[in-house]
């Protein structure tokens, strides 16, 4: 399932286990930014977990807007509410790609650099 750390494909076969995990997570890092809990790097919960782009893609796009969602309104989302954060979070995702942001505010890892094109 490309996540070190998570149940083998053959086990975790619809990316159950990882999905629980990321969601969990996006909560945790949800009241570490909320509680102030590292005033010099807010996004160091986030920066510390290391995802993949295709990891990182579904963390912000699927588990944050669950995960906060849930915190939110202090119960689980309607698939309506869902879906409907879902697009906004991706919306806000691919924005800050393009401003060359990281979701989390950190560096970005690894990967190619941009050839200053003309």
């Known amino acids: 399932n490309g996540g070190e ?11 159950t286990v990882q999905a629980n995990v ?3 997570t996006a909560m945790l890092s949800y009241w570490y930014r ?12 986030f920066n510390a977990m290391q995802l ?10 699927v ?11 202090g ?12 697009l ?6 691919q924005m800050r790609k393009r401003n060359g942001r990281r979701g989390g505010g950190g560096k970005k890892k690894g990967g190619k650099k941009k050839k200053n094109r003309r």
């Open 22 to 24: 990321f969601q969990f």
């Open 34 to 45: 909320a509680l102030d809990v590292d005033t010099a790097d807010p996004h160091a919960f």
């Open 5 to 15: 750390g998570f149940a083998p494909d053959h086990v975790d076969v619809n990316r």
């Open 52 to 61: 993949d782009a295709i990891q990182e893609t579904m963390f912000e796009t």
């Open 75 to 86: 119960r689980t989302l309607t698939m309506e509410e869902m879906r409907a954060r879902s």
């Open 63 to 73: 588990a944050r807007p669950m995960g906060e969602g849930m915190i939110e309104l």
């Open 88 to 93: 906004r979070a991706n919306k806000e995702y």
